[in-house]
């Protein structure tokens, strides 16, 4: 029973480099979320989606961008790599709205 | 919008100690109310959950009680184990829309001394 799976797990970028994670969740989620978690602080909501098909943003979007074609599969994608983007990332999934989310281990991306 | 405020941390104590790390809420509507536990080096778990006024949730010795009149939901345990050191994170989800956003709160880091 895998859960959520995030890769890669560590990732050094050079400015202006795009790259994307991966998440995929085994558990037939319908709701998956992108996160990023700065030291010191709380998780911020990048994007989430409630179904295959339906992306919308969260709290701090700028600089990504998501694609869920599929259940299992949320990818974020940092097209222009910035230093303000160093972070955490983490995905979460969950079965239905009022539900507890589940988390990946998270990938942690410096940019330099 | 929707918020939450956790006490500042880090928060240090011996094992065997009393446990209170606080947190109180702003939201409208009738959010669910969580506490997640963040291991270094790991992803975020659920650790309990209240989804009504009144609601106590528990688990592994934490217990944390839904309190809409203070709008608090403050996470209480007996006896701490070093091995409860750790990074606790207040959430609530949105009780409006269909979402299931969770807003955190910023953490707190818990670290007890043998």
């Known amino acids: 029973n895998a859960g959520v799976t995030q890769t890669p797990k560590f990732r050094i970028l050079k400015i202006g480099q795009s790259m994307t994670l991966q998440c995929t969740q085994d558990?037939?989620?319908?709701?998956m979320y992108w996160y990023r978690q700065d030291p010191g602080m709380g998780l911020k909501l990048i994007y989430y989606s409630v179904g295959a098909g339906i992306t919308d943003k969260g709290e701090v979007p700028n600089g990504y961008n998501v694609s869920r074609s599929t259940t299992e599969d949320f990818p974020l994608r940092l097209e222009l790599a910035a230093p303000s983007q160093t972070s955490v990332y983490f995905c979460?999934?969950?079965?239905?709205?009022?539900?507890?989310?589940?988390f990946g281990d998270g990938t942690r991306l410096s940019i330099l | 919008g929707d918020s939450v405020t956790q006490m500042e941390g880090p928060v240090t104590l011996s094992e065997e100690a009393f446990l209170t790390i606080n947190c109180t809420y702003t939201a409208t509507g009738y959010p669910s109310l969580f506490w997640y536990v963040q291991y270094p080096g790991e992803g975020l778990q659920l650790l309990l959950k209240a989804t009504k006024a009144d609601d106590k949730g528990s688990n592994k010795g934490f217990e944390a009680t839904y309190r809409k009149e203070t709008t608090s939901f403050h996470l209480e345990k007996g006896s701490v184990q070093v091995s409860d050191s750790a990074v606790y994170f207040c959430a609530l989800s949105e009780g409006s829309g269909n979402t299931g956003k969770l807003i955190f709160g910023q953490g707190t880091t818990l670290q007890v001394k043998p």
């Open positions: 979460a999934s969950k079965e239905y709205s009022n539900q507890p989310q589940h």
């Open positions: 558990m037939n989620h319908n709701y």
